[in-house]
């Protein structure tokens, strides 16, 4: 029984509840997905699934013609008259006879090229024609698992063994939103968000939007992972290829043009495949076209195809969007993964000017409950019928939902995952209890023992425990850490509590005290992990620490839109530490330096003496034109790169064992993104700073740089450090100006280069300052090659550095290892 009632859910879901619904179909039987069906004439539209069966929503009785078409085949026209009776209307599409010219297509005599410069000419003026609309908006995504591996690198990969078949295949992810969306050229966006559906997620938020969507080929760029050449861009002519195919007539007898376009690199991020003009307007009818994930710098991607039918409406005049798919095969590590979305646009407006109000920081809203809706409100709307396979699987993960939430389900998954295993005492221990929302985690010491002068072998353990509201997204943790220094034979430890209160303005608490060992730098520009490398193996003491006994409390929220406050208070106990051990792997004559960054060659003079100190510090940073969406559970951020961020901070100390100790201090930064076409990527960072009655404050509160003289970096950018500086050399309590300016050029340069094109690399160029009073300023500049590994692994980068300071100082090979990220 009640496998039939699983089967009466599934043929339910995939009933049509619209007017007209269909099935269509090549001559040959076989079905056509994706084919464009709409009203002739209006912007009412839809496309077939991967079965070739539609839904055609239209809400006033009438006769219509209705349209079907699919490139390479005719256009079909059907005149329906109804009601309010469901009618069904197939259509069997011939192919296409494509026409070619009467020409001899000779290098100097190439029809496509004259087409292509006709679209490029005319490119501005079809872009206008939709440059300002409102419609409505249907997306739907999916992502699928093909033959997925049981372990991962030793490592059990079970997290969807309930979602997926005896082969290790199936849907991931299954998600649905139908919206309205107001557009203004070049970018401006706002989206309402009716309805949103994620298969197995009653509570789920579609990350599916407009936004992302929105990929238009009369832009000279295609906003993927890195900026994609169109077709007719202005500059098209240097990345493509041109071949006329052949011209046919579209029902309302317009001759298009298929025109097969190929990059003339494949190392450059340029597509290939066909792109359909109208001839004498010169407007895009129709596109299809692949790139790879190699071309967009993206190696985990295979690869990725667009696809997008245009409409003509003989009252407007005007040919618009309709239906895009989008698909991609993607795989690493032994995970395949292929996917596709797939968007609809209709009932579009095309107003002569919108409201000064109408776009806001707010891109995009989703309706309360929108998460909410019945399956009776998608079946009315859904414009693309779900496969057999889509409904299973809606009707599955909702059956295993309410399994899920069930506390017997979870107990017996948090039992199975709880079990302890030896190895968990070095590795860590990680205790649920799925039903009650908390966890208890044991941080072991494996990746936590590494090698200082001052401690000589350390280990540090944690214990923590986390109590979460999935609904509300916030949590509330307490935790400690405790490290023991083996040749300083002391134990140190610190106990935490933080709380995040809500999601809407970001606001949380963090409370921390107790003791540590903390370098001189609180940035912390030596990992541990490396400095036990450059100890060990090269007798290299970088590192500079000093005990910090303390209780801290730090307070941040978002204010109104794109301003955070900060607010930190802080009382310490400093005390200066010696070098315990002179232990190495190598046999070396060399000596460790001290652990006075002042006197590295002085071991009984302490770089400071013992003090207290209390701190109250204050910082705002402010995202100018921060756009977000709002959704019932939160706001969400989006990030921009239109404008700089700048933060502004004021540092005020006081309580000190003696007055001297006191300081004021401010400073600020100014720091942006900038993508500049398929240039590349330019990054920088300025900061200044100040201190005020601090000529004899103690060597820990100075402002320190962030040197490196290891040869190893981490990081995918180099914006906030000195790679060849010192670490504290250049230490002030005065004032100073720091600057880092780095581009990336994705490719541009290094894709056009013969041989060096085969890396598949990036061409980053640096500058780096730093001025600092009754000094000569330091320089730095850096050239270097991102993106280097084998195959699907870009972990590498390597930077050749030159540093001047009255002259030339020195140069080093820098070598970025970006995997030490994950180690820390």
Sequence with gaps: MKKITTLLFVLFSIINWAQIKGTITDANGKPIPFANIYVQDTYISTTTNDLGKYELNIKIPGTYVILIKYLGYKTEKKVVTFDTVIQTIDAVLMEEEIQLKDVVIEKSNNPAIEIIKSAIANRKTNALKTAKYNADFYSRGIFRVKNLPKTIMGQKLDFFDEVIDSTRSGI???????????????????????????????????????????????????????????????????????????????????????????????????????????????????????????????????????????????????????????????????????????????????????????????????????????????????????????????????????????????????????????????????????????????????????????????????????????????????????????????????????????????????????????????????????????????????????????????????????????????????????????????????????????????????AFEKYNLAKVGVATRIKFGQEYWSRPDGKYNIGSDKYPTITLGYEKTFAGTDKKYEYDYVSAKVNQEVNIGNKGELKYNFKVGKFFNADQIAFTDYKHFNGNQTHIGNGSSYTNVFNNLPYYTSSTNTSFFETHIEHNDKGFIMNKIPLLNKLQSQLVLGFHNLAVPNRAPYQEITIGLDNLGVGKFRLFRVDYIRSYQSGYQSDAILFGLKFLDLLE
């Design 172 to 606: 991931l992810y299954l998600s649905e939103t139908v919206s309205k969306i107001t557009f203004q050229k070049p970018d401006q966006m706002k989206e309402v968000i009716v309805a949103s559906k994620v298969s197995g997620k009653d509570n789920g938020f579609s990350f599916n939007n407009a936004a992302q969507a929105n990929f238009d080929f009369y832009e000279n760029y295609l906003e993927f992972d890195t900026k994609v050449i169109s077709p007719i861009a202005d500059n098209a002519f240097n990345y493509y290829k041109y071949k006329f195919d052949g011209s046919f007539a579209d029902e309302n007898n317009q001759l298009i043009n298929k025109i097969k376009v190929t990059p003339r690199r494949t190392t450059e991020p340029a597509m290939e495949g066909y792109i359909y003009i109208v001839d004498d307007s010169w407007a895009i009818y129709a596109v299809d076209l692949s790139i790879k994930g190699s071309q967009m710098q993206n190696p985990a991607l295979n690869k990725l195809t667009i696809k997008q039918s245009h409409s003509y409406n003989n009252k407007s005049k005007i040919w618009t969007k309709n239906t895009q798919t989008l698909d991609f095969e993607a795989g690493m590590l032994g995970i395949n993964i292929n996917g596709r979305f797939t968007y609809v646009y209709s009932n579009f407006e095309f107003p002569e000017q919108f409201a000064k109000k109408t776009f806001t920081r707010e891109v995009l809203r989703f309706e309360e409950n929108a998460n909410k809706k019945e399956d009776s409100f998608w079946n009315a709307i859904r414009p693309v019928p779900l496969t057999l396979e889509e409904s299973t699987d809606y009707v599955k993960k909702e059956a295993l939902q309410t399994k899920k939430k069930s506390k017997t389900y979870l107990d017996s998954i948090d039992s199975k995952r709880n079990k302890f295993r030896v190895m968990d005492i070095i590795s860590g221990y990680h205790y649920t209890n799925s039903f009650k929302k908390w966890s208890l985690n044991y941080d072991g010491p494996l990746l936590s023992t590494n090698f200082n002068t001052v401690q000589g072998w350390n280990s540090t353990i944690g214990f923590s425990y986390t109590k979460r509201s999935e609904e509300k997204r916030t949590f509330t943790n307490i935790g400690t850490k405790l490290n023991y220094g083996f040749a300083e034979n002391k134990l140190r430890g610190i106990v935490s509590y933080s709380q995040k209160f809500n999601n809407t303005n970001n606001s949380n608490l963090y409370i921390v005290g107790g003791s540590s060992i903390s370098q001189f730098n609180n940035s912390n520009p030596i990992a541990a992990n490396i400095n036990t490398i450059s100890s060990l193996f090269f007798k290299n003491n970088f590192m500079k620490l000093y005990e910090k006994n303390y209780i801290s409390a730090i307070f941040g929220r978002e204010l109104i839109n794109g301003l955070t406050l900060g607010v930190t208070m802080e009382y310490a106990e400093k005390k200066p530490l010696w070098n315990n051990t002179d232990q190495a792997s190598v046999k070396s004559t060399d000596v460790y330096t001290s652990n006075n960054p002042k006197a590295p060659t002085d071991f009984t003079t302490p």
